[in-house]
Structures are given as C-alpha cells and as structure tokens.
C-alpha cells in the first residue's frame, strides 16, 4: 500500500509550523505519520529510518541507511544492529527478482551525532537533551536492471522515509515518500545506461581465471598418466617372462 502517493505535495502541506524534535530520532517525522498514518500513532519517534538512495552519473548506486541504534527498540538490543538494518530492507528489480541489503555485501558504517545531508524535512534536536548517535550503513553496488524500488518487508517494525538525490547534488528530489512495514517504493529509473557484462567483470574473471585453472590441471593430469602408461608398457615388454629362447 502507498500511503504518500506525492511527496511534493506532502512537502508544501509540511513546510509551515514544524515542530521541534523531541527525545529520539526524528519526532517531527513522526507528526506526519500521526496526521497522515493514524494507524500508527503508537510509533516511537526513534522507529524511523532515514533511507537516501544517491544515483550517480556512472553506473553505481549508493543507499545509506540512518538510525539511532540505541533509541530504537528494533536494534537497541540487536548483537549486530547493521545485520539487522541489511535484512530488513530489500530492493527489487523489474524482472521481479529481489535481495536484501545484506546480499550486497559488507557496508561501510560510521557513527555520528546529528545528521548532515539534507534531508526532505527538517531533522533538529531539542536544545535541552543530548543529540543521539546515529549509526549510517552505506552500501554501494552496480545495478543489473533498472528501475528499482526499495521494499519494506512484513515484520519490519520501522517507518521509512526514503528519498533519492540527483548525480552531483546532496539536495533531495521531489517524490520522497514514507513507508511502512509491507510497503514498496515508487520506481526509481537509474540515470546511468546498464553494462551487466561491465558492472559483473570481477565475477567474470574470476570464472574464466578458475576455469583455465582447472583446464591446467586436467591437461598436466593427462600427459602425467599417458607419461605412466608409455613407462609401463616399456617395462613390460623388456622384462624377462617376455623374452623368447
């Protein structure tokens, strides 16, 4: 279900009178789910990722996920809180296959207080209580297909604001949206034509390396047995049951 079907126009009902971040995360964003998502007015204001997916004019894309690790109930107890965040968000390609953050392998993460991109809606802190530490997960692969949406899994207890940025700006674009658990983005077409061949040449060549390798191999086994068989057929006929009187 999408729950914001335009961004830009959640934007101008939001951009006079926002309220000040309370303890957690981001309360402000939590207003707009009370107002727009009556069904979750039980969320905790630190139950929301910051998801901001960053295109690029070559063929690689960013997505880094923000949370207050500690003030969320999801990871505050969680051995590995970046598990966690990979598994529980997964992006889906055209032909309908799909796969979690983790999948693409190991992110890069910092810790930090505060948060410094810009972001669709104005993320402050309450003067009279400590910033939070934030924890940002950033993963970085080579789409195969495009366009991609991101997919809110069933049991993902979070809501997600999620936006993209344009190749060579930091700004959001128009079109952010908030999803909840089961929810899936709308499409997000990659700037950058797709070269799987080009993107996947590591994979490529580590096959064609593994397979010579192994073609090696069953070359230098044949001649050590042919080499064996040539030795053995000589020490047969030279031996003396085989000479004649």
């Excluded at 930090?112 to 993320?123: C, D, K, T």
């Excluded at 070359?219 to 020490?235: D, E, I, K, T």
Aim: glycine residues 8%; neutral net charge.
């Amino acid at each position: 279900m999408e729950y914001f079907r335009s961004g830009a126009a959640l934007e101008r009902e939001m951009s006079s009178g926002l309220p000040r971040m309370g303890a957690g995360l981001m309360s402000l964003i939590v207003a707009a789910l009370l107002i727009f998502l009556p069904q979750l007015a039980g969320a905790h204001s630190a139950d929301v990722l910051l998801v901001r997916l960053r295109l690029q004019d070559g063929p690689e894309v960013t997505l880094q996920v923000t949370a207050d690790v500690q003030g969320n109930p999801w990871l505050r107890h969680a051995p590995n809180p970046v598990e966690v965040l990979g598994a529980g968000l997964r992006i889906v390609l055209p032909s309908g296959r799909s796969f979690s953050l983790s999948e693409l392998g190991k992110p890069k993460v910092s810790l930090h207080q505060g948060f410094e991109p810009p972001s669709p809606v104005a993320i402050t802190f309450d003067p009279g209580e400590a910033i939070p530490e934030l924890l940002t997960a950033t993963w970085t692969w080579r789409p195969s297909e495009s366009p991609l949406r991101l997919d809110v899994p069933l049991g993902n207890p979070n809501s997600v604001l999620f936006w993209k940025t344009a190749p060579g700006t930091e700004e959001p674009s128009l079109g952010w949206q908030i999803l909840v658990s089961g929810d899936q983005s709308r499409e997000v077409s990659l700037p950058a034509p797709l070269s799987p061949l080009h993107w996947n040449w590591m994979a490529y060549t580590a096959v064609t390396v593994a397979g010579g390798g192994l073609l090696l191999q069953g070359v230098l086994l044949f001649l050590r047995a042919r080499r064996h068989l040539s030795r053995s057929v000589q020490s047969q006929a030279t031996s003396p049951d085989r000479i004649e009187s």
